[in-house]
């Protein structure tokens, strides 16, 4: 059992190690491919499945995002009114909504195919943009961007935009009435109640 153990360990911190060492866009093809791959075998994923779905962001996509600084950008300047506990929970709880949001997407794309743009980075660079097209049968091709940072723990991606709509732009405006209307609280209990909602449409559906 030790033995399975320690090789598990060592499977992981590998697996880890070698996303750290990856480029910016290499990590991102490389994830996607694999993502795609386990969507097109995986029949109750192709079905609707939103717990296997939920499952596989969890864990091929989600360590490489990075939730802290999505949210800071996503709150803007209401960040700085919330508490060190109050960022932690919007974090875990915008986290949550991302997850439920990005898994979904599993689904829609199944059946696409993903062409990635030449990357434009120079060697010092620590932020760049990674530019896909997917490609979807019998409609208009559709432009994902994906914006990576680079971190102490490798590129991780902290945006992305669909068709010129930025995820974390998107929010902002949202957020901010959240705020607006009923403060740092009122904006944990706005994201609280979104994912108790899916979580409930999550347990309703257990393919």
Same mark, same amino acid.
């Given at each position: ?43 109750? &994923?192709?079905?609707?499945?939103? =717990? ?19 949210? =800071?950008?996503?709150? +803007? ?11 932690? &929970? ?23 195919? &993903? ?22 049968? +019998? +409609?208009?091709?559709?432009? &994902? ?36 209307? +009923? ?25």
């Amino acid at each position: 059992m030790k033995r399975l153990f320690a090789m598990l360990a060592g499977l992981l911190f590998a697996t880890v190690a070698t996303a750290q060492e990856m480029a910016p866009d290499v990590l991102v093809r490389t994830v996607s491919n694999d993502v795609l791959e386990i969507v097109r075998k995986d029949k109750d &994923i192709q079905a609707g499945s939103t =717990r296997k779905a939920v499952e596989l962001a969890e864990v091929k996509v989600l360590p490489h995002f990075d939730f802290a600084h999505m949210t =800071r950008l996503a709150v +803007g300047k209401d960040w700085r009114k919330a508490t060190p506990e109050q960022q932690k &929970i919007l974090v875990d709880e915008f986290r949550t909504l991302l997850v439920r949001t990005y898994s979904k997407a599993f689904i829609e794309y199944r059946n696409h195919e &993903i062409e990635f743009k030449p990357l434009k980075m120079q060697p010092a660079d620590t932020d760049v943009l990674v530019r896909s097209v997917v490609k979807q049968p +019998g +409609g208009k091709p559709v432009q &994902i961007d994906y914006n990576l940072d680079k971190t102490d723990r490798g590129w991780k991606v902290y945006d992305i935009s669909v068709a010129g709509v930025s995820l974390v732009t998107n929010y902002r405006s949202s957020f901010a009435q959240e705020v607006s209307a +009923g403060g740092i609280e009122g904006l944990i209990a706005s994201l609280r109640a979104k994912n108790k909602g899916s979580e409930a449409a999550v347990a309703a559906n257990k393919q």
